[in-house]
């Protein structure tokens, strides 16, 4: 069954890797709104209280959990720049996926995270804001 070298690796998963992931999510979100001319960018990582913050990026105390980002207007805003926005978290896990994939094992703990993010639904979505 489940051993104690896979309890620490769940650990380390949850823990480190999926808010990196959340990062990386995130940011290809963002990375398609500065595109198409959006403004007061945002990633939150976490949720709860505030832990710190550098530059646009906010750490929340409970890191781990999930993450959003925010922002205001864009200058092209349609059909096509809404679904590449949308697109975007996807798109940059996808590559660095490809990317990891490329130097070996760590490919199933991370393809895990690329899939959690890509097929389940995420409740902010339905709230509104990106997830």
């Given amino acids: ?3 104690l070298s896979d309890i620490i690796k769940f650990l380390f998963s949850f823990f480190l890797i999926m808010p990196i992931v959340t990062l990386i999510h995130l940011s290809g979100h963002i990375f398609f709104v500065t595109i ?3 403004s007061e960018k945002k990633i939150l ?7 710190f913050a550098f530059r646009n990026i906010e ?3 409970y890191y781990f959990w ?10 092209h805003d349609n059909r096509l720049t809404n679904t590449l926005i949308y697109l975007g978290g996807a798109i940059f896990n996808l590559i660095s996926m490809l ?3 490329s130097f070996g094992n ?6 895990f995270f690329f899939l959690c993010y890509v097929f389940l639904p995420v409740s902010d979505v339905f709230l509104g804001r990106i997830a």
Avoid: A
């Fill in 1 to 3: 069954m489940f051993g």
């Fill in 36 to 38: 198409f001319g959006g």
């Fill in 45 to 51: 990582i976490g949720c709860g209280n505030k832990l």
């Fill in 59 to 61: 750490v929340r105390k």
């Fill in 66 to 75: 999930n993450g959003t980002c925010e922002f205001k207007g864009l200058k």
């Fill in 99 to 101: 990317i990891i994939y």
């Fill in 106 to 111: 760590l490919v199933s703990i991370y393809l």
